[in-house]
């Protein structure tokens, strides 16, 4: 529907247009009409209306309602353009699923695009706003992510949240499935599962993973008959599924789909041959992980001992990936944590939730693993860029809260005893408080929590009262910080990642990056993963 017809239309005509039930949804290959892709628009021109027909003498020509929408248009599409390269900027590394040029360009011409398409940029959009938290900056003011976006139109998170579902209905998802789709469903599941709504989230997970599945994403044979670079756009997408499916499953105790049967993304020939280095590191972490693991039950589980063996296993295999190897800080970071992260998880499986002595003699990972895991993170979590740290959004709190408090249970069992000269349970403890207290700009709403349940090892009458806690690190602490400084692989600007000028596989060389060096990794700690022998 052209925008002079829109224009032309009264309140009850809109409104009639709007609610009319017995409607066929729109094709997926019709352009996606103004009245169901901008319904803010709609309404500043509902608006309009009614102040020219309550009050004729401020009324304003139809070329003057024509001028205000297409302005109002104009700063819409600019802000979502602002929006993307903010993603492209910061969140590409971690989602490579996306042409950078292709979408910002269709930002600009909404007015073009079918509602699948519509909807991929919108719901794009939410996901960056509301992983950046830049809903919550005020009125444009500071030096965050955010700093830039245009005041008005006054859009959020959520409001763009139900721009894309409403897009989505304007068309049959199970019919006319296409990777735009699949990605709408996908950023909906991120944009939902930063604001804390888990049952949305894995609602729009499993989606985006059937819909993935219709489409024969999910089996080798279906990239047969396809092109170059459309095989290797779906195949960043299973991949992408399947990472973010096993890191919501573990965490949620919920069953896996997607088996690691595709082919990885291509790294060298890729266009973006660094972040795909990265990407495809990162997913090494999710291979180790069996499908079992997530039929395991403990709780239920007589077979402790054969699980134990299946947690040593695994533990074993985490434990020659290197993160170290990963070339963006903060992919670097990410494969870092989420490899402690998963190490620590299974340690939890096999203890329980209620920690008990009587089981440590019997299992083959070693109790105190989350002060192993805590005393390798430790020196990257206060060295790291926070700007590397908070593109991860909730998900990465949510890790470091799991590591907190699996720290502050392991260092309460009986046996664990601690030099005075040494980095323990407390110290470590210490820096995990101190990446919660300021996660994306504000203290995490994990933080109390954490700090209500390490009282006993912290020592605190009042949790809440010591947010801010600064531990004296000891000499010996001081210098294994030292020794664990990350080496940057560029300086401070080149760290963000501009997509549009990013270089091209022909001309970058992994071979000839030197990507710093952790210190710390799994073999080098006194419990190391190969003391245990079956």
Request: aromatic share 8%.
């Amino acid at each position: 529907m052209p925008l002079e017809t829109l224009l032309r239309l009264d309140n009850s005509s809109i409104s009639s247009t709007s609610s009319n039930s017995g409607e066929q949804p729109q094709s997926d290959d019709e352009p996606c009409q103004p009245i169901l892709a901008t319904p803010a628009l709609n309404q500043v021109v509902q608006d309009a209306v009614f102040q020219a027909n309550c009050y004729e003498d401020l009324a304003q020509s139809p070329d003057d309602l024509l001028l205000d929408a297409a302005r109002y248009n104009e700063r819409f599409s600019l802000s979502l353009v602002t929006d993307i390269q903010l993603f492209l900027q910061h969140l590409f590394p971690i989602m490579p699923v996306v042409d950078g040029e292709e979408i910002l360009s269709d930002a600009i011409r909404l007015d073009e695009l079918s509602p699948s398409r519509y909807a991929l940029v919108v719901s794009l959009c939410a996901a960056t706003r509301i992983q950046l938290r830049m809903d919550n900056a005020k009125d444009g003011a500071g030096e965050g992510p955010d700093a830039d976006i245009p005041l008005e139109p006054q859009l959020t998170g959520e409001t763009l949240i139900s721009l894309a579902e409403n897009a989505l209905r304007q068309f049959n998802v199970i019919e006319d499935t296409s990777l735009d789709s699949i990605l709408s469903s996908f950023f909906l599941f991120s944009s939902y599962g930063n604001l804390n709504n888990s049952h949305h989230a894995w609602f729009y997970l499993t989606q985006s993973i059937s819909l993935a599945q219709s489409l024969d994403l999910t089996r080798q044979g279906g990239y047969i008959n396809l092109s170059e670079s459309e095989g290797e756009k779906r195949r960043r997408v299973f991949w992408l599924l399947f990472v973010t499916e096993r890191t919501f499953a573990l965490q949620h105790r919920w069953p896996v789909m997607l088996r690691s049967c595709i082919t990885k993304p291509q790294v060298i020939d890729s266009d973006y041959p660094a972040v795909m280095h990265d990407f495809v590191n990162h997913i090494h972490l999710f291979e180790s992980l069996p499908c079992s693991l997530y039929e395991w039950y403990p709780e239920s589980d007589n077979y402790q001992l054969k699980d134990s063996a299946l947690a040593y296993k695994i533990n074993k295999q985490l434990c020659t990936i290197q993160p170290d190897k990963s070339i963006i800080e903060s992919q670097r970071f990410d494969t870092l944590i989420t490899q402690q992260w998963l190490r620590v998880s299974i340690w939890r499986l096999v203890f329980g939730k209620k920690l008990s002595p009587a089981y440590t003699h019997r299992l083959l990972l070693p109790a105190d693993l989350p002060i192993d895991a805590g005393r390798i993170i430790m020196a990257t979590l206060d060295s790291i860029d926070p700007r590397s740290k908070d593109c991860h959004g909730i998900g990465m709190e949510q890790k470091l809260f799991d590591l907190g408090i699996s720290l502050a249970d392991s260092a309460l069992l009986p046996g664990w005893s601690c030099s005075s000269f040494e980095i323990g349970p407390r110290d470590l403890l210490s820096a995990v408080v101190r990446a919660l207290s300021k996660a994306r700009g504000c203290q995490s709403h994990l933080l109390p929590t954490l700090l209500k349940h390490s009282e006993a090892l912290l020592g605190f009458a009042d949790p809440a009262a010591h947010i801010d806690i600064q531990w004296e690190v000891t000499p010996d602490a001081e210098n294994l910080q030292q020794d664990n400084v990350i080496e940057e692989v560029s300086g401070q600007e080149d760290e963000s990642i501009d997509l549009i000028n990013w270089v091209s596989g022909d001309e970058l060389r992994l071979s000839d990056l030197a990507p710093p060096t952790f210190a710390l990794s799994c073999e080098d700690r006194a419990l190391s993963c190969d003391q245990f022998d079956l």
